[in-house]
T-cell receptor, first 111, second 116 residues
Framework: DAKTTQPTSMDCAEGRAANLPCNHS???????VYWYRQIHSQGPQYIIH???NNETNEMASLIITEDRKSSTLILPHATLRDTAVYYC????????????FGPGTRLSVLP | GAVVSQHPSWVICKSGTSVKIECRSL??????MFWYRQFPKQSLMLMAT?????????EQGVEKDKFLINHASLTLSTLTVTSAHPEDSSFYIC????????????FGPGTRLTVT
């Protein structure tokens, strides 16, 4: 079972920041938070991941609360091409564990 | 980043026939490959895990005799849907993981199977 809860859907205006929340209250000390997204009829695309520090890359920023029980993915300037389902996944660092996908958040970027 | 390809990207087959889907790691050697299935408006569900040179491990409820998985080389895994039926119509996605000691997984673009 997925260990995260996310809102079912969200809307965001084009050009504005999209903030996607994720709750993972049962996260363990050795589990990372990963974010993937899936554009319609494509495979999942890696966005970012982190353990406890905030992370930023060319696609997004990941803000993890100090207690690690929740996180927020930030797309700083959403475009229409960012419309997708966003999956927040917690996963241990142990080799052998695969990704368990929950239902994700369907983000619609509106013009 | 590492690239995983799938072939074909879409396929239509008649009920009762078999269809093979290929998953290739293009610029790395994948000791482990995963096969997922995704029905419309649903999330990805893991079907099976395969390690190069050994038998695949199937998730509960997935028929191993119907979904044949072969991982004969470090860059290729195949999924064969045998005696396909309309209910097997789905989006099949593979992912691959590089060698021992790593945990990054790279996903393929998916294969849309339609059984008529």
């Amino acid at each position: 079972d997925a260990k995260t809860t996310q809102p079912t859907s969200m809307d965001c205006a084009e050009g504005r920041a999209a903030n996607l929340p994720c709750n993972h209250s049962t996260i363990s000390g050795n589990e990372y938070v990963y974010w993937y997204r899936q554009i319609h009829s494509q495979g999942p695309q890696y966005i970012i991941h982190g353990l406890k520090n905030n992370e930023t890359n060319e696609m997004a920023s990941l803000i993890i609360t100090e207690d690690r029980k929740s996180s927020t993915l930030i797309l700083p300037h959403a475009t229409l091409r960012d419309t997708a389902v966003y999956y927040c996944i917690v996963r241990p660092t142990n080799y052998g564990q695969n990704f368990v996908f929950g239902p994700g958040t369907r983000l619609s970027v509106l013009p | 980043g590492a690239v995983v390809s799938q072939h074909p990207s879409w396929v239509i087959c008649k009920s009762g026939t078999s269809v093979k889907i290929e998953c290739r790691s293009l610029d790395f050697q994948a000791t482990t490959m995963f096969w997922y299935r995704q029905f419309p408006k649903q999330s990805l569900m893991l079907m099976a895990t395969s390690n190069e040179g050994s038998k695949a491990t199937y998730e509960q409820g997935v028929e191993k005799d119907k979904f044949l998985i072969n991982h004969a080389s470090l860059t290729l895994s195949t999924l064969t849907v045998t005696s396909a039926h309309p209910e097997d119509s789905s989006f099949y996605i593979c992912s691959a993981r590089e060698g021992a000691g790593t945990y990054e997984q790279y996903f393929g673009p998916g294969t849309r199977l339609t059984v008529t």
